[in-house]
Structures are given as structure tokens and as C-alpha cells.
């Protein structure tokens, strides 16, 4: 009797304990994985076979902070402050664009360096987007059903955004925010037709974007024949799928890869998932992917909770997504399924913007599931 007393006034647990648990497995893994690929090319370069770990290890110490400072932010809060945070990450990838104050790295010119730290604002605007637009589909969920009133204007605000991220060029967050987008909209209530017309727009865009830059229509001929330039531009995919089909079932053992050692280009960054199959096999790629899964369907499921409230509901569904579809992208692209872009594996890949920008999604999301549990939702 004494017991179920107890039991009863203890207080609840307002924090989604799976979620966390999965989110710290994966950053775990990022760092087993990150000095697994860098310890004998920072040894070389630096001197240091810790350099790339220490630095993912704040980024992921301060990305746990910030994680749970946002699982703490009152949900009508972070509704109130979205259009402030988007306005303040959009100027900062516009001021990624001018001489002097942008950093350019690997032909791309997506940085911002200050004194003590150099960031990437694109992984910033993927999160205060997601916010926004969850706060305008909340504010006109009464016109979504309307095409001009309703879902152009997010597809707008999207192209927006689009805009400037190919200027740095960044193909691939603007591939990431066009998918979130049309989940987030698809979750809000826009109708089908509407969409599938956006789906087919942005389809069309895709195929000029190919047709006017070299570049690009370089990497779609890579990607359908890499070997006819093995050494050249097919050399980065040629590799990546030697190190995925070497591992085989079971892998080659943790730190045995013999890819990362200066033949696999970002073994570390975009392709540390090649580098994972070659070192944990199909059996470490699977599992790695359930975890993604899992996450996919804990977000989901949280979302379900929340259908009642069209902000924290295609707000849950954004987030999760913005996890989720990277990895989708990433994955497609080490396999050879997708052309090669550049794309971090979330939460796993060494890149301190991107795992930062992941944790504090996280962390939006876990405030969503302690707002719901006490009742405020």
C-alpha cells in the first residue's frame, strides 16, 4: 500500500528518456567513428591523432548544452521568438556571400569565421526555418487549403532560402529544406494536387539547375558512369563503394580501414559512412540505420501526440525530418543511389555547425515532448 503511495506521488519524468538515450548513442558513435577516420591523418597533418576528436567533442559537448537549455523553452516561446531567430540566420548566410567576412573552402563559400570559431550558417537556417514555417502554418492553417493564400507562400520563403544556399553553392541543404518543407506542408493539411504541382515545379528546377552549371550535369555523368573517369571525377564514389563492398557482413574491424588512409577524399565529413561499412560491414551499416529509424518513428510518434496544436505538430514532423533526411541523402550518396553532394551524416559525421544545428533540434523536439506531457499542448 505504502508503495503504491510512493508511486503515485513521484513525481513523472518530463523528458522523453528514449529519445535522449538514442540521441547520446548516436553522438557516442561519432566520436568512436571520427577518431576511428582521423587518427592517422591527423597524426600526419598535425601532429595530433586527437585534432578532428577534440574538436567534435566540443562541438558536442557545447550541442548537449544547448540540447538541453532548448528542452527547457516554452513552446509559446519559441512560436513568439521564430520569425526573430530566421531573421538573424537568414542575414547570416547572406553575409556568407560578401568578401572579407564569407570563408571559402573546397570551391564552396558556406563559412563564417570569428576569432575563437568558424560555423556554418546553412545548418542554423535549416532549424529556425523549420521553426518559422511551423509558426506560419499554425497562423494561416485556415487558407493551407488554398494554393496562392496558402502553400505558395511557404514554397516561396523556401526558393527564398534556396537562392542563397546555391549561390555559396550548397545543393544539398537546399535539397534537405525543399523535402522538410513538403513534409511539414503535406502534415499541416495542404491539399495533394497542390503539392504534387510543388513536387513537379521543384522538379523542373532541378533539371535547369543541371542544364546551366557544368558542375552539376559533371557530377549526374559521374554518377551514372563513374568509371570512365576512375582517377578523375568518379574517383571520390569509385572509392566509397571499394570501402562499403570491402566490409562485407561483419567489417574489416574497427580501425582497419584501409580507405580512410588518404585514398577515400572526406572519409571523415561527407563519407564516414563508407568508412563505416568497411570497418562494422552490412551488420554496422544496418544497425546504424535502425537507429535512424527508431529516431524517425519516436518523432513521429511524439507528432501523433500533438495533432491538436498545427504549430507543434508540423513542427515535431519538421525536426524529425531535418534528422532524418540528411541521413536518407547521405547514405543514398556513399552507396552510389544519389549524385554525389556534399552532406554530413547527422550526428555522426565529423562537422561541429551540423552536429550543434542536430542537438539543438533535439532539443526543441524533447521541449515539445515536456510540454506535452505536462499538459500544455
Not at 72 to 96: A, C, E, G, M, Q
Amino acid at each position: 500500500m505504502a508503495v503504491s503511495i510512493q508511486k503515485r506521488l513521484r513525481p513523472p519524468v518530463l523528458i522523453d528518456l528514449s529519445l535522449v538515450a538514442l540521441t547520446l548513442i548516436l553522438v557516442s558513435f561519432s566520436l568512436v567513428m571520427v577518431y576511428s577516420t582521423t587518427g592517422v591523418v591527423s597524426q600526419e597533418k598535425f601532429h595530433d591523432a586527437l585534432y578532428y576528436v577534440k574538436r567534435q567533442m566540443f562541438a558536442a559537448f557545447a550541442g548537449v548544452v544547448l540540447m538541453f537549455i532548448c528542452a527547457h523553452l516554452n513552446v509559446d516561446f519559441l512560436k513568439r521568438i521564430s520569425p526573430y531567430f530566421f531573421f538573424v540566420s537568414f542575414t547570416l548566410v547572406l553575409l556568407t556571400l560578401l568578401p572579407g567576412i564569407g570563408e571559402s573552402a573546397g570551391g564552396a563559400r558556406r563559412w563564417i569565421r570569428l576569432p575563437f570559431i568558424r560555423f556554418q550558417p546553412s545548418e542554423l537556417i535549416k532549424v529556425t526555418f523549420v521553426l518559422f514555417l511551423a509558426g506560419f502554418l499554425s497562423r494561416h492553417e485556415q487558407n493551407l487549403h488554398k494554393f496562392t493564400e496558402g502553400i505558395m507562400k511557404p514554397f516561396a520563403m523556401m526558393g527564398m532560402i534556396g537562392v542563397l544556399l546555391l549561390k555559396q553553392p550548397d545543393f544539398g541543404s537546399t535539397a534537405v529544406i525543399a523535402l522538410v518543407t513538403l513534409a511539414m506542408c503535406a502534415a499541416a493539411g495542404a491539399r495533394i494536387r497542390h503539392l504534387i504541382f510543388c513536387v513537379i515545379a521543384l522538379g523542373i528546377c532541378v533539371v535547369v539547375l543541371v542544364k546551366i552549371s557544368p558542375y552539376r550535369m559533371q557530377r549526374i555523368v559521374t554518377f551514372l558512369s563513374p568509371w570512365n573517369d576512375a582517377s578523375g571525377k568518379g574517383y571520390q564514389l569509385i572509392q566509397s563503394l571499394i570501402a562499403v563492398g570491402s566490409g562485407q557482413w561483419t567489417g574489416v574491424g574497427l580501425g582497419e580501414s584501409q580507405q580512410k588512409l588518404f585514398f577515400l577524399p572526406a572519409a571523415h565529413t561527407d563519407f564516414i559512412f563508407a568508412v563505416i561499412g568497411e570497418e562494422l560491414g552490412f551488420v554496422g551499416c544496418t544497425a546504424l540505420l535502425c537507429m535512424f529509424l527508431l529516431f524517425l518513428c519516436r518523432g513521429l510518434f511524439l507528432a501523433g501526440k500533438l495533432t491538436s496544436n498545427t504549430f507543434a505538430f508540423s513542427l515535431a514532423v519538421g525536426l524529425t525530418m531535418l534528422i532524418v533526411v540528411p541521413a536518407l541523402l547521405n547514405t543514398g550518396v556513399v552507396t552510389g543511389l544519389l549524385p554525389t553532394k556534399g552532406m554530413v551524416l547527422p550526428l555522426v559525421g565529423y562537422g561541429g555547425s551540423s552536429l550543434v544545428a542536430s542537438l539543438i533540434s533535439i532539443g526543441i523536439l524533447l521541449s515539445l515532448a515536456r510540454s506535452q506531457q505536462k499538459g500544455l499542448i
